[in-house]
């Protein structure tokens, strides 16, 4: 168990984020935005704002910024992001509130600010379209994202899903929804742009810094290579930093047109509208079962929102095809296109809210049934994915259920809701299982021994705040036999790349696929760098080793030795007066894997709701996670607590209020959109069963970023109906919806 090795620099102070880099000849940006979800921008008035003092350039679509755009659409590097960026030339449509028409420049940050006030616009406003209840009953199928928008899978006989749920013994049927969740990292999207003879340099917080540097080159229509990231503190993201927003762009297209460093930092409410949240979700679960409990069939569909300005909507039905066994299955997904802010992905994207209808519906189903939940979900084990039919490469659910049920003692758990109270509060246990997708990327590592006895390792990908950069020198120092101590890590800097092309590497910390990517990378650095420095060391006419054969030379713990003769990297460097031996690993994952991989996880949850105030608290939780072998158990644990903390904070905090008439986001504040505190956070028991999946990859372990997030929801509303004998389907679950 390693503490994290930036640990000190994080808690002092000393780690640097975008807006902390301080820059000569620095000048700030501060953007207007619109009051209208939906019309054109018919005149700007700047006249005021650019008298007024320090302000050096007002950008709007009558005086735009030159740079590429709006980029193209659809799949690709910019999946995730906008699909159109403001401020260029003719560009005058407001297709949503919030959006960006102007960007002030000015000597400081708060010149910026008050011109920004004085830019007036005039609108020719239309009828924004923002009511998604108005919207479901229109709702498309839309164009496949990461997998089709509908699958079936039926037995022969039936016609459809619908059949198959009428011949089971006993159906269960809900619909459950939740409101659009919008990230909110510690620092708002902030870039620092500083141009310097063709070559920019963006500060700025990103999950890939390569594939930052990628989309912001297109932008400003520059090689790749000419624009280096730096994001070496990401300042919190978790799909909210995987791909370029505003910010970025407009601080580079600004500074080379004001010839000055541009720094452009959102504030928390502009954060919601500038950048992507997660789209709101509808969705409809039937459950069909025989009287013991076997699933027959599973019928799921969902209606998300979906931005006319991003392609990205939250397709959560595909979840069901990856849980359960049955034999028949039906996954939908429908969308309604609005005038709202772009989306894009949020921790376990599709899996949160996936989990959460089929959790629930599970829960439904044992209560109809009378049969225990965790009997029920172990009735329904399954050994492989719904379609594709390849089996699990390592999957210990069923023991993550039972051991989890001995460690939250589940077997206190009264079957009958609302049958536990003390004092003044309804008591109760729920629990729900998690499923995530193990992901990961091609991706080349860098390994270095130096003279003065010290490992290098690095990579142009990002520590989003997971505990990455602790990880990478864990698996270094046990590659090579060295002390932790004697290891160095670099990460978030595109300037560390050894592969710039590398499209995994451009991916970066998404899809909990960080650890697993670079860790057997490192692996094959380590290795090949050791192979270069045996070979340094029988080339070189000053080494004890010269003229030996490579197979002579053993390397072992940091130490080379021979013929009796035993020799430190670090002295024998400098006995050969070399500052240091680099090697560059690749590791990929399988192009035609033969098993599903997933991590999984249990969550067991007790709740106390006042039976006065509707009032839901926390009491305890436990998650028992398989996620292959475990790389450092402080900061898995970490990411564990960290995922059901969302979970928590989606089953009873959070949503966006869009108000219908205008699609301002009305809660856009930290005072009002509600995310957990310290305070609504209980003791979370975390326990990994620790198998190693080596079919996945040479390490053996699995993502484990998400996983804590899917079921937990559930877990929580599952306790809660415990608790009270009341189902709540629409999240969050908010005092009024208990009394
Ligand atoms: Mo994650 S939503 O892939 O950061």
Same mark, same amino acid.
């Given at each position: ?92 449509? /407001?297709?949503? %509130? ?7 420049? *000015?000597? &400081?940050?708060?010149? !910026?600010?008050? @011109? #920004? +006030? ?111 990231? /730096?994001?070496? %503190? ?7 930093? *995987?791909? &370029?927003?505003?910010? !970025?762009?407009? @601080? #580079? +297209? ?486």
């Amino acid at each position: 168990m390693t503490n994290r090795v930036d640990g000190p620099r994080l808690v002092t102070g000393a780690a640097r984020y975008s807006g902390d880099h301080s820059v000569e000849g620095l000048v700030h940006g501060y953007l207007v935005l619109s009051t209208i979800a939906n019309g054109t921008v018919r005149t700007m008035s700047a006249d005021a704002a650019l008298a007024a003092p320090g302000v050096l350039a007002i950008f709007t679509p009558f005086n735009p910024l030159r740079y590429a755009g709006p980029w193209a659409q659809g799949p690709g590097y910019y999946l995730y992001g906008p699909n159109r960026f403001p401020l260029q030339p003719g560009d005058r449509e /407001v297709r949503h %509130h919030g959006q960006v028409i102007g960007l002030v420049i *000015a000597d &400081t940050f708060e010149q !910026a600010r008050d @011109a #920004a +006030a004085l830019v007036e616009a005039a609108y020719d406003a239309r009828r924004p379209n923002t009511s998604f209840a108005d919207g479901i009953p229109d709702a498309v199928v839309p164009p496949p994202l990461t997998g089709p928008p509908v699958v079936d899978v039926l037995v022969p006989g039936f016609g459809s899903i619908d059949d198959a749920l009428a011949a089971s013994a006993v159906t269960v049927r809900a619909s459950y929804s939740q409101r659009p969740e919008h990230h909110n990292p510690m620092e708002p999207h902030t870039a620092i742009a500083v141009w310097d003879d063709g070559r920019l340099t963006v500060y700025s917080g990103a999950q890939g810094p390569l594939l930052h540097a990628q989309e912001i080159a297109v932008a400003m229509e520059v090689e790749a290579a000419a624009v280096r990231v /730096v994001s070496t %503190h990401v300042g919190g993201a978790f799909g909210g930093k *995987a791909s &370029t927003w505003p910010p !970025a762009v407009l @601080a #580079a +297209a600004a500074a080379r047109q004001v010839r000055r460093p541009v720094k452009l930092a959102l504030t928390r409410e502009q954060l919601y509208s500038v950048t992507g949240h997660r789209p709101a979700v509808v969705q409809e679960v039937a459950l069909g079962a025989a009287r013991d409990g076997k699933l027959r069939a599973i019928k799921h569909d969902c209606v998300s929102t979906r931005s006319n300005v991003s392609s990205l909507y939250n397709g959560v039905s595909g979840y069901s095809l990856g849980v359960y066994c049955t034999p028949n299955v039906h996954a939908g997904t429908k969308v309604v296109t609005l005038d709202i802010p772009p989306a894009t992905i949020m921790r376990a994207p599709g899996e949160e809210a996936g989990s959460f209808g089929l959790e629930c519906a599970m829960d439904e189903l044992a209560h109809e049934l009378g049969l225990d939940p965790i009997a029920l979900r172990l009735a329904n084990d399954a050994d492989r994915h719904l379609t594709g039919g390849l089996p699990y490469s390592s999957k210990h659910l069923a023991e993550c259920l039972q051991v989890g049920a001995a460690r939250f003692d589940w077997s206190r758990r009264k079957a009958e809701p609302r049958s536990v109270v003390a004092g003044e509060w309804l008591i109760g246990y729920g629990m729900a299982v998690g499923v995530y997708g193990a992901n990961r990327y091609e991706m080349s590592m860098r390994v270095a021994f130096r003279r003065d006895g010290t490992v290098h390792v690095g990579a142009a990908t990002a520590d989003l705040g997971t505990g990455m950069r602790t990880v990478l020198s864990i698996v270094t120092a046990a590659s090579l036999g060295v002390p932790l101590s004697r290891v160095v890590s670099w990460l978030g800097d595109t300037a560390l790349s050894p592969d710039p092309m590398s499209i995994g590497a451009m991916a970066g910390a998404v899809g909990s696929a960080g650890s697993s990517s670079v860790a057997p990378a490192i692996r094959a650095a380590a290795e090949a760098a050791t192979k270069a420095l045996i070979l340094r060391a029988i080339q070189d006419t000053r080494s004890p080793f010269h003229g030996l054969a490579p197979e002579d030379v053993r390397y072992r713990d940091g130490v080379l030795s021979a013929n009796g003769q035993s020799v430190e990297f670090g002295r024998l460097l400098t006995l050969m007066d070399v500052d240091g031996v680099t090697a560059t690993g690749t590791s990929a994952p399988d192009a035609t894997p033969e098993h599903t991989m997933s991590s999984f996880a249990a969550h067991f949850c007790e709740v106390r709701v006042n039976r006065f105030t509707g009032e839901t608290r926390v009491a305890r939780m436990t998650s028992v996670v398989d996620a292959g072998t475990i790389l450092n158990p402080a900061t898995a644990r970490s990411q564990i607590i960290g995922g059901v903390v969302w979970g928590l904070g989606q089953a009873l905090l959070e949503g966006a209020e869009v108000e219908p008439a205008t699609g301002r986001i009305a809660n856009a504040n930290f005072a009002d959109y509600l995310i957990p505190t310290n305070a609504d956070i209980p003791g979370i028991d975390v326990y990994f069963l620790n198998y190693p999946d080596t079919i996945f990859n040479p390490v053996g372990s699995r993502g484990l970023g998400e996983i804590g997030t899917v079921g937990s929801a559930a877990a929580v509303a599952n306790a809660v109906f415990n608790a009270t004998g009341i189902r709540v389907r629409d999240l969050p679950i908010s005092p009024e919806k208990l009394l």
